[in-house]
């Protein structure tokens, strides 16, 4: 959303590709993921987020053939809970001026930022150098509990419906 303060508390769905789409990340077989090493080491840095920023939780995540779904949950679920109870026009949803080129701690620009750093510089030290992530990513508010646990599932479901 235009002009949302992404480090505001809540949940939000995001989703990261890598650069035309190549399949780095390993192979779906028989409805299963298959790891290569470098989805092997991106899962390990998803699953690392929130020991470099505590206050932010991963309650699910996959990593699939040519991109990674993670749920970021920033605040804790009593936060969470409070914000959704209080509803939207409460001061944490309020949307504020984006501040471009000020990086703010803890927003889900940063982190997704900094985990695909990680990867790109784990790939460059182990003769992986080709690897590429896509520029962008999309990121979505999960507005209420029902649509976080209709992500959740879809996340889970990911690879046994991957098609080709």
Partial sequence: MRNFDYSSVGSYFVTVD????????????????????????TQQCIADIPLHFPSILVPEFVVMPDHIHIILDLG?????????????????????????????AGSVSVVIQQLKAAVKRWCNNNGHEHFQWLGRFHVRLIQNEDAFRRIQRYIQQNPSKWKY
Avoid at 78 to 102: P, T
Wanted: proline content about 2%; aromatic content about 12%.
């Fill in 18 to 41: 890598t650069r035309f789409r190549a399949r780095e990340f390993g192979a779906i077989i028989n409805g299963e993921m298959h790891l290569s090493d470098i989805g092997a080491f």
């Fill in 76 to 104: 804790s679920s009593y936060e969470l809970a409070k914000v959704q109870e209080i509803g939207a026009q409460d001061e944490i949803f309020q949307l504020k001026k984006n501040r471009f080129s000020k990086p703010i």
